[in-house]
């Protein structure tokens, strides 16, 4: 099976620098906004508005740079109800493609949906709740 994405992409990442990243907190922009990522070694919550409008995903890393998500649970009126069936019914990807002293720049995909979205997370430094 041939990948989408150059192998050679992820040879100058390290271990180290990728597992830095299973836990913690950030953010990135959307179309809809700036969303917070509150992730430990078994789950994930997308924020939208903090705390009351988020996804919150299981988590599993398949390699240092590579994990798989699982919808749990969505609490965010924004999402349509099809939109929502379908994201209980996949599972998404993330690809850490490189990484940076503020953050790590990101590939996401899911199984059910044919956007592909391309990004950079940050360490989100605020408190919770001051968005």
């Given at each position: 099976?041939?990948?989408?994405i150059?192998?050679?992409?992820y040879?100058?990442?390290s271990?180290?620098e990728?597992d830095?990243?299973?836990?913690?907190i950030?953010?990135?922009?959307?179309?809809?906004?700036?969303?917070?990522i509150?992730?430990?070694?078994?789950?994930?919550?997308?924020?939208?508005?903090?705390?009351?409008?988020f996804?919150?995903?299981?988590?599993?890393?398949?390699?240092?740079?590579?994990?798989?998500?699982?919808?749990?649970?969505?609490?965010?009126?924004?999402?349509?109800?099809?939109?929502?069936?379908?994201?209980?019914?996949?599972k998404?990807?993330?690809?850490?493609?490189?990484?940076?002293?503020?953050?790590?720049?990101?590939k996401?995909?899911?199984?059910?949906?044919?956007?592909?979205?391309?990004?950079?997370?940050k360490?989100?430094?605020?408190?919770?709740?001051?968005?």
């Amino acid at each position: 099976m041939q990948s989408d994405i150059p192998s050679d992409i992820y040879a100058s990442i390290s271990k180290k620098e990728c597992d830095v990243f299973h836990k913690g907190i950030f953010s990135y922009s959307v179309e809809i906004g700036e969303l917070i990522i509150v992730r430990n070694e078994l789950e994930e919550v997308s924020y939208r508005v903090y705390p009351n409008k988020f996804i919150k995903s299981s988590i599993r890393w398949i390699s240092s740079c590579v994990a798989e998500y699982k919808v749990l649970e969505v609490k965010d009126e924004f999402f349509n109800a099809d939109f929502v069936k379908k994201l209980y019914s996949s599972k998404s990807y993330l690809h850490i493609t490189e990484v940076f002293i503020d953050g790590y720049s990101y590939k996401l995909s899911d199984s059910k949906l044919p956007e592909v979205y391309y990004g950079k997370a940050k360490f989100y430094k605020k408190p919770l709740g001051t968005q």
